[in-house]
Every structure is written in C-alpha cells, then in structure tokens.
C-alpha cells in the first residue's frame, strides 16, 4: 500500500497536506454557509488540530482526507478523500468518502471527480469492500453527488448520529454505501 499517495484528475491534484493550507483552511471552516451541516465553525486552532488528525490517520491507513489543488491555478481549496469514522454506529467500523471545499469553488463538479478518483483508490489501492458516504437530509448538494457516484440508499440504513444533538437539528442522517463490486472504476460514469 502506498504511503505518500498523490491523486490527480483532470483538473484536480489530491495531495498531502502542507503548512501553507492552514490559513486557506482554517477561513473555509470559518465560513458559516460552508459549515451549516456541521456542528459549528471552526477557529484556526482547531483547523490545525483537524490537519493533524489528518495527517496521522494518512500514517495509519496509507489513505486520508487529501487536501485539493485545482491544476490551472495551483489554488488549494479543500478536501476530499477517505477517513474512518470516529463514532459507533451500525455500520461501523466503515470507511468512509467525504469532501469540503471553499464556496468560491462550489458548483464546478469537483466534489464528484475527487471523491470518485478517492474511492477509486479506495477500492483498487487498498483494496477496501466498501465505501459509505452521509449527510443530513438537508445538506442535498453532497446528498446528489453520492447519487452521482453511484452510491445506494435505503431509508432503513439512515442513522442518528451519535455526535450531533437532537436540538441541532444536524442528527438525522442518510447514508449511501457502494461495494467493491459495485465500483465501475474511474474513467467510466456510474451505470
């Protein structure tokens, strides 16, 4: 398994992590639209703390939340990859696909291009049986790319989650699940 993996696409470099992502990251979980599905903003503090976590679970499992650099600007914007969730539910223990980007770069496709080349990782390099994906029923633009990578949904797999508050709003949450079987790989759309 490769310990420094570097992913690209098309228009997209998945890197790790470097010391001037801070701040680019550390506003991006500062800004309220972007963390609406989300427990809070973030202070910078606890953005580093977030990067760290990162950048260890990279040295555990040869796979992480890569931090993304789009190719014709060289822009870090970021993340988008592979983390083990840190909860007890019924489907864990699990890997699980996820993405956060800056608002500036919203609504180009890059969600579902750097998740579907993570997954492909995922499932080709690691060698992982299964990737699931969740959101809060009202968080619909990651909802939509889950579908647009092919994932499956069944309403009796939708949990609360153990770190959200009922009073939040934030509990309920769907998740989507693909096999390795299921993975029509990178280069071809899901059927």
Avoid: C
Wanted: no cysteine.
């Amino acid at each position: 398994m490769a310990r420094e993996p570097r992913l690209e696409t098309d228009r997209l470099i998945l890197r790790r992590w470097r010391d001037s992502d801070l701040g680019p990251f550390a506003a991006l979980n500062r800004d309220p639209k972007v963390m609406e599905h989300f427990t809070g903003t973030l202070t910078e503090s606890e953005t580093a703390e977030m990067i760290e976590r990162i950048e260890a679970h990279f040295e555990e499992r040869g796979f992480g939340l890569w931090a993304l650099e789009e190719k014709a600007s060289g822009d870090f914007f970021g993340f988008a990859g592979l983390s083990v969730p840190r909860f007890e539910a019924h489907f864990t223990p699990a890997v699980e696909v996820g993405w956060r980007f800056a608002r500036s770069h919203w609504g180009k496709g890059y969600a579902t291009e750097a998740a579907r080349r993570a997954m492909d990782f995922g499932f080709t390099e690691s060698e992982l049986e299964e990737i699931v994906s969740f959101a809060t029923p009202a968080n619909v633009r990651s909802l939509a790319v889950m579908r647009r990578l092919g994932m499956s949904h069944d309403p009796s797999d939708d949990f609360d989650h153990p770190k959200m508050t009922e009073a939040s709003g934030l509990r309920r949450h769907a998740l989507y699940r693909m096999s390795a079987r299921q993975w029509p790989g990178t280069l071809r759309p899901p059927h």
